[in-house]
């Protein structure tokens, strides 16, 4: 059954000092989509992603979680969780600690707290830093630990703001499988933003391409999503043709965008 879990109407962001962030947008997330935003710098796509997580308030238009305010999310089944580019971890906190932050701040006993913290890590293969600093972790690992501290909340909605922008490619990839086991087993529901065409081939369902001048969606692009993520794919045609695909659909975005701005 189809589930609507973000609805936005007609949104629009204009920033105090007139900047356009976003124009009149419209987009629907179902449950399950693993939605990657992708466009030129400056194009509004940390802004739109914002706005989903109520971090911006919009100028103008409706947004709706599961089909209501946002006094309601939070409840069971609306949870949404926000992983920004930065790790943004507590360096003077060990890596349990750092997960652990976001059930001590929801008033989750401790004891429930000391089962959910370990299973994070688990998912995310960190159970052998569970004592260690950030300083004492990998990019990659830091970068983990973050997502943990996303799941641990059990979010049916996350909002990833180019999570692995700062990883070497390798890296990445890996994560980027892992990124797609978890979502499957997980249920989750997913937006990302990516500078990456590459990555959004390999974890999307549905790719928005958004242009800049003012911020909009350029166009959309779907991906089977009965489509197994891992290495074959990657090395597949299919993937190939995608990411042709989505290359040129970039290019006509920025070159969209660039028009605007000389207008
Ligand atoms: N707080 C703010 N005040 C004024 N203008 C802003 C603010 N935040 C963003 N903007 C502007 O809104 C537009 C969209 O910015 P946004 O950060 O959403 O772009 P982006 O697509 O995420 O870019 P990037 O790929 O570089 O991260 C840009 O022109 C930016 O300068
Ligand atoms: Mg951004």
Known sequence: MRENVVSLRAIEKVFPN??????????????????????????????????IANLHTPTAGDVRWWGRNF??????????AFVFQEPTLMPWADTTTNVRLPLDLDGVPYTEAMTRVPAALQTVGLSHVANRFPAQLSGGMKMRVSI?????????????DEPFGALDE???????EDMARLCA??????????????????????VIIMAAHPGRIFAEYHIDPGIQRDESFRMSNQFAEICRDLNRLLGEASHASALEMAN
């Open 18 to 51: 007139g900047t356009r962030g976003l124009s009149p947008l419209d987009l629907e997330i179902e449950k399950g989509e693993l939605v990657s935003l992708i466009g030129p710098s400056g194009c509004g796509k940390s802004t739109l992603l914002k706005v």
């Open 71 to 80: 006094d309601h999310v939070g409840k069971d089944g609306s949870r949404l």
């Open 148 to 160: 943990a501290r996303a799941l641990v909340t059990r979010p049916n909605l996350l909002l990833m």
């Open 170 to 176: 390798m890296t990445r990839n890996k994560l980027d």
């Open 185 to 206: 087993e997980e249920h989750l529901t997913m937006l990302f933003v990516t500078h990456s065409l590459y990555e959004a081939a390999f974890l999307s369902t549905r």
